[in-house]
């Protein structure tokens, strides 16, 4: 009973909030309670609530006319439902008095076309006449059903539409008898001109009625679809608000400049229209070129709102002369609009040589907006990520006088609480509503792919709403009664299954012979950086989590193998989004031109984002030479490592003094890691278990003999503890095994037993070879 009282005061509360803002606020309530409720005729009353707030968050919503049918269907006594589908229903009639159009007819056509018009008049009026009477008695039925004390307006209209109808038909009446009487009057010997004015008396009278008929529709349409400038299409879009602010005041300025021009001041420095649009995938780039195209028609500085894309591939011709013409083609199609060149710094990158055309694209385009014959006919806007174009630019002293540093627009990557809006937006748009659960997922997805710069923003946000459409429609079978299911999107629709992954990173740790220290150690900080996580997620505070690390030990003792375990392990404790590894060596980053250097090392950098970056023997950057660019790597990697923050994690590998020296080079280097972990030697007995367990993977074992004689030889020649060679020698002895086997003719299964064991003699063989 409460609950009851309950629901009711919740009821009246959102048809409150209705008749005060037109929708409902927290729609999810809303779907909570549709998807909760089993009572046929609440369930009737809050699909209504749903469906009108569908409508005032978005004209002519369909989902709002499904949910209608399904509250009536519910609820036959529904008033509300019952006259919105009969309001719809009968907008789909505003073009049955279309039929009444009627040819000319002229006193001086001779008899037969006259008699053939008159037989037209007839067939039109005869057609109408039979289809009227159901629309007429639809029309009735409305209007018996809509109480005029209720629903003043609906009614006024209705009846005001059946008015016009039933003047229609009379008139129409009237129409068919005097065209009738027309038409007997041609045949006959004498002719009057009485028939003919009162055709022509009932078709002007028709045509007032069909007028004043589709003024009625148009009245609806023009109050459904209120007209939006472009203001208010840029300020409708979420987010970006210092951009909006920045195109507002453009719009002003410009329509400032158009008055003045108007009241007959001289403008000699007119404002340039040339915009730069910087921001990463997603960011509305595209949307703002559009929008700006449109203002500069709407207030009569260009004539028309076309806007022309195009990239490198239409502009950057492959032989001499060939970019002079795309170049000019492109810009004679944007006359009078907008050329728009996305990723316009990739007409002419730093290093290029040869016979790449992109600097004679710029020079081009240069040229084409300054002369006579295309200047000032039209704007070019050049759009791209931020760092790049500030480059291009910078670069390019032709193009920066032409795009003056107040049209520079910067557009932000959008938060994850404007992604999600977003989200709902694009959801809606197909008739779906995310629930709260499927927004937390959103949410959660969202983290997982910002990784870098190449984060999509609002194109991610579209490929993770039709992709959960998808995988809905792939699997879902829904029974008639279950509708409601039809416009949800769950958080089982944005759930992603995991990908098979290899064991836990503390079993693979553990599973490592040796490393003792360096698996304590490992433990302590993975314990530590779970329990930081912890106290963020509780709102505690957290002590800061220093994880770039030095990993010091001679080649072959397990430093590459536990970074890619370390990798794992931050993953798992949900630091790292990737966990992957990427492997560098200085090869990677110093390149042979000037300027180079970092932009390769940045680009390795972005690699291994939401990973680690793994670089082997690291003290190889100091170069030996003055003119070496290996100080350039380690400037840009500092730089890099404060830029990403916790979503990159570095590992310096390398021999202990020469590691030493590197931090030593670089005090932002030395102040950024924190954490040592000393490789030591494999001793014998952990050699030898490296070798078994390598050979037990491909289903191999040594004999007694072959142990003991690797025991004696690795504690007597003292090996470096290296375990690449403990592998390569385990390689040498199958291979020795497979000549001793091959060379005799053994009986298959004399062979596969024999196959498996390596002898005594394998392991002298390999030993001689590697020696």
Known sequence: MNQQIKLNGQLIKWEKELKEYGFITEENKLINALC?????????????????????????????????????ELD????????????????????????????????????????????????????????????????????????PSVNKDLYAQNKKRADLLSSAIETTVSLLKAAEEYEQSITGVFH?????????????????IKLEWQQLFQKEEETEKSSENVLD???????????????????????????????????????????????????????????????????????????????????????????????????ERSIGGVLFIDEAYSLKREGQTGNDYGQTAIDTLVSLMTGKEYGGKFAVIMAGYPEEMRSFIDANPGLRSRFPQSNFIHLPNYSNEELIKIAEQMAAENDYILTDEAKIEVNHRLDQE?????????????????????KKGSYLQIQDQDILQFALLNKVDFVVEEKERNEPAIEQLNRLIGLDSIKEEMKSLASFVTM??????????????????????????????????????????????RGHLIVASRADFVAGYVGQTAGKTKKRIREALGGVLFIDEAYSLLGQSSGDFGKEVIDTLVDEMTKHNENLVVVLAGYPNEMDNLLESNPGLRSRFKKFFLFPDYSAEELLSIMDAYAQSFLYQLTEAARSLLQETME?????????????LVD??????????????????????????IEEEDVKKALDKLK
């Not at 809050?46 to 369909?62: D, E, M, P, T």
């Not at 159009?101 to 053939?116: G, H, L, V």
């Not at 001109?193 to 009278?205: G, I, P, V």
């Not at 894309?309 to 002079?324: C, K, W, Y």
């Open 732 to 757: 040498e002895m199958i291979q020795a095994q497979a000549m001793r086997l091959m060379t005799g003719e053994e009986p298959d299964d004399h062979l596969v037993a024999k196959s498996i064991y």
């Open 76 to 147: 036959p006594s529904n008033k509300k439902a019952k006259e919105f589908l009969l309001q719809d229903d009968w907008k789909k009639k505003q073009d049955i008095l279309g039929i009444l159009t009627f040819p000319s007819i002229r006193e001086t056509d001779n008899r037969t076309a006259k008699k053939k018009i008159a037989e037209q008049y007839i067939e039109i009026c005869q057609t109408f006449l039979t289809e009227a009477d159901d629309h007429l008695h639809d029309l009735t039925a409305i209007l018996d059903q809509v109480s």
């Open 233 to 331: 299409q840029l300020n409708e879009m979420i987010g970006m608000d210092l951009v909006k602010k920045r195109v507002n005041d453009f719009y002003r300025f410009l329509k400032y400049q158009k008055q003045r021009k108007e009241l007959g001041f001289q403008i000699k420095d007119e404002l340039s229209l040339n915009m730069i649009l910087m921001g990463n995938p997603g960011t509305g780039k595209t949307t703002i070129a559009r929008l700006l195209a449109k203002i500069y028609h709407e207030l009569g500085v260009l004539p028309r709102a076309e806007v022309v894309e195009a990239d490198r591939s239409q502009l950057v011709g492959a032989f001499i002369g060939q970019t002079e013409e795309n170049v000019r083609a492109v810009v």
């Open 192 to 208: 009057t001109s009485t028939y003919y004015e009162d055709l022509k008396s009932n078709l002007t009278e028709l045509e007032k």
């Open 716 to 728: 007597e020649l003292l090996f470096n503890g290296n375990g690449r060679f403990a592998t390569n």
């Open 532 to 577: 930081q996580q912890f106290r963020r997620k509780k709102g505690l505070p957290t002590v800061p989590i220093q994880l770039h690390a030095v990993f010091t030990g001679n080649p072959g003792t397990g430093k590459t193998t536990v970074a890619k375990i370390y990798a794992e392990l931050l993953r798992e404790c949900g630091i790292l989004k």
């Open 36 to 72: 909760s409720e089993t009572n046929p005729v609440i369930l009737s009353q809050i699909l209504v609530i749903a469906a009108f707030s569908r409508i005032g968050r978005k004209k002519g919503n369909s989902l709002a006319q499904v949910w209608m049918e399904k509250a009536l």
């Open 450 to 470: 910002r990784v870098d710069d190449t984060f999509g923003n609002a194109r991610t946000v579209r490929n993770l709403v039709l992709d959960a459409i998808f």
